[in-house]
């Protein structure tokens, strides 16, 4: 049985979405997904530890060796991410019986969860499988769910928000194709690992170096990179709040680590150094990405908006923290895709507990909400400090991580930058705190109460799991620094 | 190895570049579908081409033959194409249900009316300011 958990982790979502459909009682199937989800939590805790215990695992799907099977390798890295994934998965989906039931028509609950868990699948398959062709599936599998559940949305925005994600979503994903096609001609293989062995063979060759751009390019716009992000605020500011919560806390982080994966463990950090001025490309774009969208944020009036523009600058973090190219840097790109989900994770489940209750995201409608709603308004301003850095929060950690980086590779001007980009983001946070606290309300309020248990529980578990790694770090700092270590050593 | 040898990939690139540009270049949301299906079909063209060897056969035992095509390459490519009907298919969904929201496939005209919804949300949530010319202006335009 231990034997089949990396597979089963996602295999389990992959049976559980069509299940759904047969269920077809909505309350059940609420109930049925958070089941399913929480199992494979559960196994991708099981995967953690033995990865800590016995190292790397390798799984061979039918028992086909690697070069022609399809295999699974569980390392440091991925055993991480998908603890994560599935966590917040679980975490979310408790949110989602009483989110979605206000804010989807009945007929469309089962859809809802059906999709969701074949967005689960699709990003777990991504982190577990050791395929360069198999990473598309799965990368498909996530995306055309993800339109789904954007397109659910009640708005009518949420159609042409979701059908510009497609395009865009398929124009990348199609990159990444052509980037593994180009891969094979040179090398005859599709296993990652397999890869790393023959590419250096045929480094010199123009395919490879076309390979490499179609690849990078394919993934920045899944990852939302700032010029590619224009996907992103309306896909998330129109989707429903419990698919906003999921997206923003994992699927932006998954492509970022297929990035980091084929960098370092198919590429080599070697031919990416030498072939590409890669660094600079992503150290510029990083910086410009961190400004303009955190400078777009100031002026949005959807909260949801706000915070998904901020999500773009946060990938301008993580993108710099691989500018760096030290293992100091990655270590802190890492530590931020972990504790940036848990920020958004609880930003975005605050503000659907808010539209649960008020069923609006504009920004001046939470005037006053702080006197109604105090907990979650807390959530919010935990998660807003959070994103901005304060001490004793995760963003602090991840922040520190990275300014440590910078200054030891020396590039002091642009550590001072990240700290001037920090500013920015008090002024965006500062504008919802000012309006939930310090302004009359604009609309009726009197009826409106605390949200129920049902979510308040998630999203102080999040807030209690923000404050927590902002406090102790060893799980993630020790973890992050372990993959960045086994990323750097792999490629000599 | 001369460009004629090629030509099979002289058409995935023309292929390719016809679909992105129609894509990028046209309005009609039905049109970009279009543009974004041969985009696909340029890549399964490619794949398609990658695995055949001249002078090779199907990849079926046979005597009279010593050289066989790499089916790997085509049985990526089935899979390739099962997604590339379902995103068509999922795409196309879209552009129905934003017909019967909007009326309109046209993205400009789509535009004008998202603008529009804007202006009405930020009408009912804080009144007519002074963001609130400037909108109307955009509006107008």
């Known amino acids: 049985m231990i034997y089949h958990y990396p597979v089963l982790q996602v295999i389990i979502p992959l049976l559980g979405a069509p299940l759904c459909l047969f269920i077809r009682v909505p309350r059940l199937v609420g109930f049925f997904a958070v089941l399913v989800s929480s199992l494979s939590f559960l196994i991708s805790c099981g995967l953690r530890q033995q990865v800590h215990l016995y190292g790397t695992i390798v799984y061979e799907l039918g028992g086909w060796a690697a070069p022609w099977g399809i295999e699974y390798r569980i390392d440091q890295l991925n055993s991480y991410l998908l603890l994560l994934v599935s966590g917040i998965s679980t975490i979310v989906l408790i949110a989602a019986q009483t989110s979605i039931k206000k804010e989807l028509p009945e007929n469309r609950h089962i859809f809802f969860y059906t999709s969701y868990l074949l967005c689960l699948t699709g990003l777990l398959g991504i982190l577990a499988t050791g395929d360069a062709f198999n990473v598309f599936v799965f990368l498909e599998i996530s995306a055309l769910s993800s339109y789904t559940m954007i397109a659910l949305g009640t708005d009518r925005r949420a159609l042409t928000a979701s059908y510009q994600y497609l395009v865009m979503g398929t124009i990348g994903a199609t990159f990444i194709i052509i980037g593994v096609g180009l891969m094979y001609m040179m090398t005859g293989t599709l296993n990652m690992y397999d890869l790393a062995q023959r590419l250096p063979e045929v480094y010199k060759s123009k395919t490879v170096l076309c390979a490499f751009g179609f690849f990078i390019v394919g993934v920045c716009l899944k990852l939302a990179l700032f010029p590619l992000h224009l996907w992103l605020p309306n896909a998330y500011a129109f989707a429903p709040s419990i698919a906003t919560a999921f997206l923003a806390a994992t699927s932006t982080k998954v492509a970022v680590y297929l990035l980091i994966r084929y960098i370092f463990s198919v590429f080599g950090i070697d031919f990416v150094t030498t072939s590409l001025p890669l660094h600079d490309i992503f150290l510029v774009l990083g910086l410009i990405g961190i400004f303009a969208t955190s400078i777009s944020a100031i002026y949005q009036r959807n909260i949801k908006r706000i915070f998904a523009y901020s999500s773009v600058a946060q990938i301008g973090y993580m993108i710099l923290g691989l500018a760096i190219g030290t293992e100091l840097g990655l270590t802190a790109t890492l530590l931020h895709l972990f504790n940036h989900a848990l920020m958004k994770g609880t930003l975005f489940l605050a503000i659907g507990a808010v539209v649960y209750r008020i069923g609006s995201s504009q920004l001046n409608h939470f005037a006053g909400l702080g006197k109604k709603m105090p907990l979650t308004m807390a959530a919010i301003v935990a998660g807003g400090l959070s994103l901005i850095g304060v001490p004793l929060t995760v963003g602090f950690v991840s922040k520190w991580y990275l300014i440590v980086a910078l200054l030891d590779k020396g590039w002091w001007p642009v550590a001072v930058l990240v700290l001037i980009s920090s500013l920015l983001a008090v002024i965006y946070v500062w504008r919802v705190i000012e309006w939930i606290y310090f302004s009359q309300p604009r609309i009726i309020l009197d009826d409106v109460r605390e949200a129920p248990m049902s979510q308040l529980i998630p999203i102080w578990l999040l807030v209690l799991a923000n404050l927590y790694f902002g406090v102790d770090t060893r799980l993630t700092v020790g973890v992050s620094k372990l993959a960045a270590q086994s990323l750097f050593g792999v490629t000599p | ?141």
């Open chain 2, 1 to 141: 190895m001369n460009i004629i040898g090629l030509y099979n990939y002289w058409i995935v690139v023309l292929l390719m570049m016809i679909g992105f540009y129609i894509v990028i270049a046209h309005e009609n949301l039905i049109k970009k579908l279009v543009g974004l299906s041969i985009f696909q079909t340029s890549v399964f063209f490619f794949y398609i081409s990658m695995g055949k060897i001249s002078g090779a056969t199907a990849p079926i035992l046979d005597e009279k033959w010593q050289l066989y095509s790499n089916p790997l390459p085509h049985v990526l490519i089935l899979t390739a194409i099962v997604v590339g009907i379902a995103t068509t298919a999922l795409g196309l969904s879209l552009v129905v249900r934003i017909q019967e929201a909007y009326g309109s496939i046209e993205e400009s005209e789509i535009q004008v009316q998202d603008t529009h919804d804007e202006l009405e949300n930020h009408l009912e949530a804080y009144g007519p300011g002074p963001n609130f010319a400037i909108l109307n202006q955009d509006l107008n335009k």
